[in-house]
């Protein structure tokens, strides 16, 4: 069976450190992975998407970026973070007709 | 892209229907209409997916009018477990962007 893994769960971070959270998904094959964020009470912002290694595409412009160096890997950055940047995280991965699976989640905090 | 406007909230009591209704008057000819649910602290789970007419799972039933330019989610039987976050999203094959609205908040009181 498929299964997503995000880590880590929550991190407090300070305005200006950079950032990073992996995503990795085990038991599938060339999956389309996707990076979500939520701000409190909201509903999901699609950061980026990508449909195979080092293919990323980007919805919003802002100071976060993607990778994917292997099949399965799907990882989140930034340099500096802002306080805007806080929400919760989601990693999700996809193979058939808009049936995502999303991952536990990171709670961001940028202090 | 097709939008997608839900209400915001919606209360029920145990063992009632749920009935969400979703619009989406811009739906394109080849979008399918999906369905998720999320609980606080947690990733959306797939709910339940369809293309026209009805379509029924174990968890819920979608109906969709022939125009396609709405479709219901039915939730039988709530319980409390049931108090979440559903969202109603339109869109093509995976790797398409999807967007999720804000959803409707779903509260089952005892």
């Known amino acids: 069976s498929q299964t997503i893994h995000q880590w880590p769960a929550t991190l407090v971070q300070p305005v200006g450190s950079p950032l990073s959270l992996e995503c990795t998904v085990e038991g599938t094959s060339n999956p389309n992975l996707y990076w979500y964020r939520q701000a409190a009470g909201r509903g999901l912002q699609l950061l980026f998407y990508s449909v195979g290694i080092g293919q990323i595409s980007s919805e919003v412009p802002q100071n976060l970026s993607a990778s994917r160096p292997q099949d399965r890997q799907f990882i989140l950055s930034s340099k500096k973070l802002l306080l805007s940047d806080s929400g919760f995280y989601l990693c999700?991965?996809?193979?058939?007709?808009?049936?995502?699976?999303f991952g536990p989640g990171t709670r961001l905090t940028v202090t | 892209l097709a939008k997608t406007t839900q209400p915001i909230s919606m209360d029920s009591y145990e063992g009632q229907e749920v009935n969400i209704t979703c619009s989406h008057n811009n739906i394109a000819t080849n979008d399918y209409i999906t369905w998720y649910q999320q609980f606080p602290s947690q990733g959306p789970r797939f709910i339940i997916q369809?293309?026209?007419t009805k379509v029924t799972n174990e968890v819920a039933s979608l109906f969709i009018p022939a125009d396609r330019k709405s479709s219901t989610l039915s939730l039988p039987r709530v319980s409390l477990s049931d108090t979440a976050v559903y969202y109603c999203?339109?869109?093509?094959?995976?790797?398409?962007?999807?967007?999720f609205g804000g959803g409707t908040r779903v509260l089952v009181k005892p």
């Open positions: 369809g293309y026209k």
């Open positions: 999700a991965w996809s193979v058939i007709w808009d049936e995502q699976y």
């Open positions: 999203l339109v869109g093509k094959a995976a790797g398409n962007k999807l967007t």
